[in-house]
Structures are given as structure tokens and as C-alpha cells.
């Protein structure tokens, strides 16, 4: 198999970290019925959403103490999505020689991505992995990436971080670790790992 030509080197770096959905596979999760689901949710409550919009639903949550409710909502779509997942041209560039130095930072539960991974046979190519979930902050927010990176034992500054979103960049510029875009021409939606929600530095 002829790897992915990513437009780098990754043996010229301590780490390479890649996002998941619209990077290393696309997610077959249809954000729509996410957003719907997680509107219910807030219905159910008696609480007033603040917006229609996913991730501003999944961000206000805590306010009114209903985020365990949508973070679940939003999961299981996205397991569900993890396993029915169509495995992108990227992942050809990774490695077992390299899973030492491998990680995936994803705005995605941090379960759908081992799903996901697992699914087509990529986990052994990986070994650290930041959800939306894990540390309890999410990108465009530094932290995720800087925590994937230090459990690779491997510097920010000889990182790079791969992603197909603006918030994939905003989040590397942040963090200050390269980035490197790919899959540019791939659909956007309201969710996956850019969500559309054009916030700013």
C-alpha cells in the first residue's frame, strides 16, 4: 500500500496528532437528528435552549445541569456513526513503526474514536487519544491537544497536528504546534470536528 502523502515528513517530528472525522475517517452521523435529539433533551428538562445550533446546545449545558444528558445524546449517535465510519485516504499514513508517536485529538467522544479506530484496524497505529470528553474541555481550546501530546512523551514545538477544519487550525495556532490541513474540498456539516460555529481567536 502506498502511504498518504501528507506533504511532511512525521519522521522529522516528535509527534503527529490527527483529528478524526473528515481526517482519518468521516463519521456516518447525520448532525441534524443530533441537534434534534439533543433539543429534546433540553425539552425534556423544561429548560429554553439557547440556540438550534449543536455545539452551542453542548457548550450551555452545564448552566442548567443537563450536560451529562446531552453529552449522552450526542454519543451515541456518534458510536453508532464510529461504526458505520468510511475509512479516509489519510489513514493510509499511519504506522505501527510509528504508534509511539501517533496520537488523535478529536472533538468526537473519545469512545467513538476508539471505535472508529478499531473498526478499521487502525488502533494499533495510535497510541494516545483525546475526545471531546476526555479532560473536560474541547478544541478549539488548546488543552486536548497539548494533553495528547504530552502523553506521547513529545514536545509542542516538534509536534505537528493534522486536521480538515478551521477549528483544527485555530486549535494547533493555540496550542503552538504546526498544523498541517488536509481532505480541504471534503463536505462541511454541523458537527463532526468543525461544527461551523466560526468562533475566533
Known sequence: M???D???DPDAYDAVIYDLDGTLVRL????????EDVLAVYTEH???PPSDRLW???EAAPEYGIADAVEAAI??????????????AVADALSTDRASRTGVCSLNAEEACRIALRAHGLDDRVSAIVGRDTIGTYKPDPEPLRATIEALSADPERSMFVGDSDRDARTARRAGVEFARVNPTAARHDGGDDGGDGDDD
Open 56 to 58: 452551542d446546545l453542548l
Open 75 to 88: 454519543a451515541a449517535h456518534e458510536h453508532d456513526g464510529a461504526r458505520e465510519s468510511r475509512r479516509l
Open 2 to 4: 502506498t502511504e498518504f
Open 46 to 48: 423544561a429548560v429554553k
Open 28 to 35: 456516518t452521523v447525520d448532525w441534524n437528528v443530533v441537534a
Open 6 to 8: 501528507l506533504g511532511f
